[in-house]
């Protein structure tokens, strides 16, 4: 009982904050600008501004960094609606199945699965979503070569490559077009694209880009020669993946398989669980279960992961 008091009190309170910070986090934001521009802003001795970003930058960082994961990710989703949803899934099952005097182990259990699977969820659509926009990224060179001939600027080229390819690519050059018109100079935009989309073959492209603009030369030229480079990496990419497949699968399975029985027997058989808690020996084995686990896991994935 007082495990539940206590979770259903902080998520509560959680919740809470989350409401009020996106209630009025925009109309601070407002406030400040207007002040800024007006020239009315207020003098903060150094001492108290210092504290004052102190606290704030950690705060804003993680979320600034979340709500990056979540874009790339392509999950249409604030970071307050994001950790709110993730809260609920971890503390609301694992308290009803306490109010209904479930056993302990099943609460650890459920608490687990709702703290490991959103996570989880987003990392994988990342990678997807990274992956696929690196297959895209070849003929979204060779589009912008074509335009680049026909004597288009590369902005008109990428907005050919915004309106002609589809999602991922389309929607990511999209949005730095946007900050564009907006006024963000093009180096910043790029930069933003390149940080938004954590891909060697797009930092390849962006640099490129940028290097040109300053020192001049034949863009579609450089642009051909990338597009020709990046279609050989995913080429070696793709034969690698290929041949990594068997041990990707196995040290998939061999992490994955003790973990995701545990918990299974968590919520179906909770007394033999309990009895590896109950015993010094039990605890012991847990303990030394975990670390060959993880040892394995860093020796399967040391194999597997091939520099190129």
Not at 20 to 31: C, E, G, Q, T
Not at 83 to 94: E, H, K, M, S, Y
Request: glycine share 6%.
């Amino acid at each position: 009982m007082l495990l539940l008091i206590f979770s259903i009190t902080g998520l509560s309170a959680f919740i809470f904050i989350i409401i009020l910070n996106s209630l009025f986090a925009n109309k601070i934001l407002i406030d400040r600008r207007l002040k800024a521009l007006s020239g009315n802003r207020q003098q903060i001795s150094p001492k108290k501004s210092k504290q004052n970003s102190a606290v704030k930058k950690p705060s804003l960082k993680f979320f600034s960094s979340l709500a990056a994961e979540l874009s790339t990710a392509g999950i249409i989703m604030r970071p307050e609606e994001y950790l709110t949803l993730w809260i609920i899934l971890a503390v609301i099952p694992a308290a009803l199945v306490a109010m209904a005097r479930g056993s302990i182990v099943t609460v650890i259990g459920l608490a687990a699965i709702g703290l490991i699977t959103p996570p989880l969820i987003v990392r994988r659509k990342k990678a997807k979503r990274i992956l696929l926009f690196e297959k895209q990224l070849g003929d979204a060179l060779m589009v912008a070569c074509n335009c680049l001939r026909s004597g288009l600027t590369f902005i008109q080229a990428m907005e050919s490559i915004a309106s002609e390819m589809s999602d991922p690519i389309s929607g990511e050059f999209l949005r730095t077009l946007r900050e564009i018109r907006l006024g963000s100079s093009f180096e910043r935009a790029m930069e933003s694209l390149s940080k938004r989309v954590p891909s060697e073959d797009l930092m390849l492209l962006v640099s490129a880009v940028l290097i040109q603009r300053q020192v001049g030369g034949n863009l579609s030229e450089i642009l051909e020669t990338i597009s020709s480079t990046i279609q050989e990496r995913i080429k070696l990419k793709d034969d690698i993946r290929v041949l990594t497949a068997t041990g990707r699968a196995s040290g998939i399975v061999i992490g994955c398989l003790p973990i995701g029985i545990a918990l299974l027997l968590m919520l179906l058989n909770p007394g033999y669980i309990e009895s590896f808690f109950n015993t010094s020996t039990g605890i012991h084995m847990l303990i030394v279960a975990g670390v060959m686990e993880f040892i394995g896991f860093l020796f399967v994935r040391h194999i597997v992961s091939i520099k190129y």
